[in-house]
Nanobody, 121 residues
């Protein structure tokens, strides 16, 4: 089972940017859709973005369209989430997932432990 590790979270002011990374433990990562969910305090898990195994197709939640960009580098077994024009409501723990169910995936077989993103207003 592939292991995923997120990085790149932190504290940023509203309007700022962050780039999250998801590093996979082996090359099976490159054969599956991957994506990001987030969970804010007191709320349920929320879909953010997903990308097909080839990178040809992406899907975004309406709340992040035009601000976030998902990408991947299968040569390095890594996924990325570029977040621009961050808002206070983007504050959450962001989780990377791999080997998704459906499209866009509503769940993943493999999850990372998450990285905290905090946006100060």
């Amino acid at each position: 089972q592939v292991q995923l590790k997120e990085s790149g979270g932190g504290l940023v002011q509203a309007g700022g940017s962050l780039r999250l990374s998801c590093a996979a433990s082996d090359h099976t990562f490159s054969g599956y859709a991957t994506g990001w969910f987030r969970q804010a305090p007191g709320k349920g898990r929320e879909f953010v973005a997903a990308i097909t195994w080839s990178g040809a197709h992406q899907s975004y939640a309406d709340s992040v369209k035009g601000r976030f960009t998902i990408s991947r580098d299968n040569n390095k077994d890594m996924g990325f989430l570029e977040m621009n024009n961050l808002r206070h409501e983007d504050t959450a723990i962001y989780y990377c997932g791999s080997d998704g169910v459906g499209w866009p995936p509503t769940d993943y077989q493999n999850w990372g432990q998450g990285t905290q993103v905090t946006v100060s207003s």
